[in-house]
């Protein structure tokens, strides 16, 4: 008889078949137990009889000892499999059901062994193989347990109910500490919780949460195997977004230094969207007040990403704060002011920030030219 072992790695919950009605007479009868690797009975699995010359098929279920009957088997060879979850982890083929009574167990701790020492390993080896197994059992019932969880937490989450998304999150954390995606998606809870707080101190103690298991998330997807690191494209893109999320936090408790080498990581690890984390730069940059950085890190982005409207706005919006007065006391805007802002409005002539742009060329005596109209002169202040 050819046996077969195969490790589930993922659990689905299916429906069991039910087993077929007894039919007639001179029929056979089967029976026997089902054990896993670890000597444990094997409830709720189903054992499917495959009647190779008949092309009948019956599924008999194991109850909650482990155990299948059935008195109505038309007798022939059978190839038999045992499944669990809709998954089969083992097979026998070519299994004689006769008028007599068939007992066909299912151990298969006794059948990794024998299957072992078929392949002429060792007793250590079988012991490791064995422990292995187990292994990947346990991480199986974590990774499922750690799914719900997250589960959990994204709908609480999406509802803005962020603590209920941290308790879980924690939970999480706790289960399994060594997994950086639990801590950045704690962080990011933490992150979003603390614009709602209305006490500045759980506040700015939501934000310093969140920074600290940013960072665990980062220091544990930096210590991944190497090798791990080459077999996952995406490995530095989402290195990267842990860097993002944590400027972002940084930026927020009023870190802006720390907030803007952050960003600078994120784009190293990510260039294709170094426009984007630029483009924070200079948000960071113009928030805090620093126009000349704010100005520098928006024409970066313009360099890399020419239709990005809104990166010429907010370069307008900067070189504007180094407005000047002449001597009759009118209003002389840096060299570039205008054009940032019509660029704007020639990418964007309905965007978001349209009439800003319209008041803010009014206030500098500036026309309004784009290519999507003709120039329309703007009163002066």
């Given at each position: ?14 429906i069991?078949?039910?087993?077929p ?7 056979g009868?089967?029976k ?5 690797v ?29 155990e ?52 002429g ?11 292995q ?6 991480e ?8 719900e ?24 954390t ?10 950045f ?62 400027a ?6 009023g870190?802006?230094d720390?907030?803007?080498?952050a ?20 948000a ?11 100005i520098?890190?928006?024409?970066k ?19 504007i ?7 009759d006391?009118?209003?002389v805007?840096?060299p ?6 019509q ?24 026309s ?14």
């Amino acid at each position: 008889m050819k046996k077969q072992f195969i490790i589930s790695l993922l659990i689905v919950l299916v429906i069991g078949l039910c087993t077929p009605r007894v039919f007639a007479q001179a029929m056979g009868t089967v029976k026997g137990i089902c054990k896993d690797v670890e000597g444990n009975i094997i409830p709720q699995a189903v054992v499917e009889w495959n009647g190779i010359e008949t092309g009948r098929k019956y599924n008999l279920k194991t109850n909650n000892k482990g155990e299948y009957f059935s008195l109505g088997i038309t007798p022939g060879k059978y190839n038999v499999r045992l499944l669990k979850d809709g998954k089969e982890i083992w097979h026998i083929n070519n299994v004689t059901v006769g008028a007599d009574e068939v007992t066909l167990d299912f151990d298969l701790k006794k059948e990794q062994a024998n299957s072992a020492a078929g392949s002429g390993m060792n007793a250590e080896q079988v012991k490791a193989a064995q422990a292995q197994q187990a292994a990947v059992a346990k991480e199986n019932t974590t990774i499922k347990a750690l799914n719900e969880k997250l589960q959990v937490a994204k709908t609480a989450g999406d509802t803005g109910d962020f603590d209920t998304a941290i308790k879980t999150m924690t939970e999480a954390t706790e289960m399994d500490p060594s997994r950086d995606l639990l801590w950045f998606n704690l962080a990011n809870y933490y992150r979003l919780s603390a614009p709602k707080q209305t006490d500045p101190a759980e506040k700015q103690k939501r934000f310093e949460m969140a920074m600290t298991n940013y960072q665990k998330a980062i220091d544990l997807k930096k210590g991944t195997d190497p090798a791990a690191q080459q077999k996952d494209a995406a490995f530095n893109t989402n290195l990267a977004a842990y860097y993002n999320n944590l400027a972002d936090a940084l930026h927020k408790s009023g870190k802006n230094d720390d907030a803007v080498k952050a960003y600078e990581q994120a784009m190293a690890l990510d260039p294709q969207h170094s426009a984007s984390y630029e483009f924070n730069i200079g948000a960071v940059y113009t928030n805090a007040g620093k126009v000349d950085d704010a100005i520098a890190a928006f024409d970066k982005v313009i360099a890399a990403d020419p239709s990005r409207a809104d990166a010429y706005y907010w370069k307008g919006v900067n070189l504007i704060g180094k407005e000047t007065m002449d001597k009759d006391n009118k209003v002389v805007a840096p060299p570039g002011t205008a054009e940032a802002f019509q660029k704007y409005l020639e990418l964007q002539p309905t965007g978001p920030f349209a009439e800003p742009a319209k008041q803010m060329l009014a206030s500098i005596g500036a026309s309004i030219e784009t290519s999507y109209g003709t120039k329309k002169k703007t009163t002066k202040k």
